[in-house]
């Protein structure tokens, strides 16, 4: 079985729970936690997301992009 490191995260609700890294790229992209914690301490999502959702533009990688795209956010006005 892979060891799959866990993350800490704290939804908009304040709700605290754990997930993936895979999980967690999804919730950062589509606005649904307000922190996560890396090694260093918390990172505020609201605050830092257009450092973290801007990884295209970070220079040292030259390979083809094999990330998927982030999802769109769900526009939940109605009318």
Avoid: C, H
Avoid at 14 to 37: E, M, P, W
Avoid at 41 to 67: F, H, I, M, N
């Amino acid at each position: 079985m892979k060891n799959v490191a866990l993350i800490e995260v704290v939804y908009l609700d304040g709700t605290v729970s754990v997930v993936s890294n895979d999980v967690l790229d999804v919730l950062i992209a589509t606005g649904r936690i307000k922190q996560f914690k890396r090694a260093d301490g918390w990172v505020d999502v609201t605050s830092e997301a257009t450092r973290l959702r801007d990884y295209q533009q970070k220079p040292g990688y030259v390979g083809p992009e094999r990330r998927a795209p982030w999802p769109k956010k769900k526009n939940n006005k109605t009318g």
